[in-house]
């Protein structure tokens, strides 16, 4: 599209970064299955190796059809560009790496999904970098985490499993004044619901294989930036504000802009961390993105039904939901999350344990999966599966002890879905 009106979500979603085929006309974005791509001439193939021009060189780094999908997700997202990766985690690293370095830490929340509570607390020491876990409804504690050695915050939106929202513009203040970029995982929520970039966020990552692709048919992710993070104010992010070696000392701040982040991400990043995505998963979700609104609307009018009837039935002990009137985070959801807060949530049984299981083996509909974000609707016992790397105190804090099941409510009926939790209930509870 041209850079003409400001165009609403539901176009965008459909339209942004792709245009017909120069070489065909194809309407829809091709699958570009090529490795490689033909040099004009020897000077072009040394401008391109140079960084002096863009083009495509060999698809480790960029490829036309994963172009689309960047651009695509940039624009929903409200950024000036964007890097696709091979998974969410894989776009966490990405997202890390220009910032972090041996000794450097992160500030993360508590409310994290399972995964990465391993990956920060456990597999990033291997690179000298360290994690500090902190409550973010506790702002001082927020504030005082931070020191010397921090490059960067880190939370979700809406709060994998379910059940806790953060305002992000009260973090992005912390992280500001502090003069350290905050990332934010908007898996969850997507940027239908949520754009954190809006709200202060210097970058946002993404499990594309969730809500963004939505038929869980491939991993992937993506590293989003706001473009307005100065990464020269201070000494403390030289990846890219000082001479690169890699590339006869150029300075990627000075000479790529708002962009050095984006470009860092793909002429270091991706080049020689090698997480890239492929072009058929970049396929599966542009078409994905298409319906992205009218998926997100549906999963959060059949979430606001099941999570309402299952609260109220006597076999439950409690529901998360931060989307019910009942949820500890009703006012902050309804000021910072108007559209609602997804589709994901937990259910603690007053069978605990045992009865989780026998809910999970007796159910029809839902899947019994370690995954989220499906137009099918996915249950899953996060202690003893997503979670369980992580110690009980951990666990409970993530919203995910014994006696809960998370759940993420698809597009199905509603009351179909209702009609199943109920018959499983009555096997699990008696
Ligand atoms: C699934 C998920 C991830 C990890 O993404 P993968 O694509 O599985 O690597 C990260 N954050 C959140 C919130 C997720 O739900």
Redo the contacts with the bound molecule.
Sequence with gaps: MSDGPTYGFDTLQIHAGARPDPATGARQTPIYQSTAYVFRDADHAAALFNLQEVGYIYSRLTNPTVAVLQERIATLEGGVGAVCCS????A?IMALFPLMGPGKNVVASTR??G??VTQFSQTIKRFGWSAKFVDFDDLDALKAAIDDDTRAVFC?SVA?PGGYVTDIRAVADVSDAAGVPLIV?N??ATPYLCQPISQGATLVVH????YLTGNGTV???CVVDSGRFDWSASDKFPSLSAPEPAYHGLKFHETFGNLAYTFHGIAIGLRDLGMTMNPQAAHYTLMGIETLSLRMQKHVENAKKVASWLEADPRVDYVTYAGLPSSPYAERAARCYPKGTGGLFTVALKGGYDACIKLVDSLEIFSHVAN??DTRSLIIHSASTTHRQLTPEQQQAAGAGPNVVRVSIGIEDADDLIRDLDQALTKACG
């Design positions: 998974s969410g985690h894989a966490q994290l999904y995964g990465t979700e994998n995982d898996t969850s499990s594309t294989t969730k991993t992937g992710g989220l974000g």
